[in-house]
């Protein structure tokens, strides 16, 4: 589930850069949530949240 989370995130991260850099902050902190998240599996390991 986090991983989908991540995945989608980092595409649409990578989609701003691509069509417009209007929404550049917007972009970025769609990156920083999925930094967040990917950090948060990693800590939580297997365990259910």
Known sequence: MLWAI???LL????L?????H???????L???IALIVLV???VS???AL
Do not use: K, N, S
Not at 11 to 14: A, E, P, Q, R, V
Not at 22 to 28: E, L, Q, R, S, T
């Open 16 to 20: 701003g850069f691509a069509v417009v």
């Open 22 to 28: 209007v929404a550049g902050g917007f972009i970025h």
């Open 40 to 42: 948060i599996q990693f």
């Open 30 to 32: 769609l990156l920083i």
């Open 11 to 14: 595409i649409l991260w990578l």
């Open 6 to 8: 991540v995945v989608i």
């Open 45 to 47: 390991g297997r365990r």
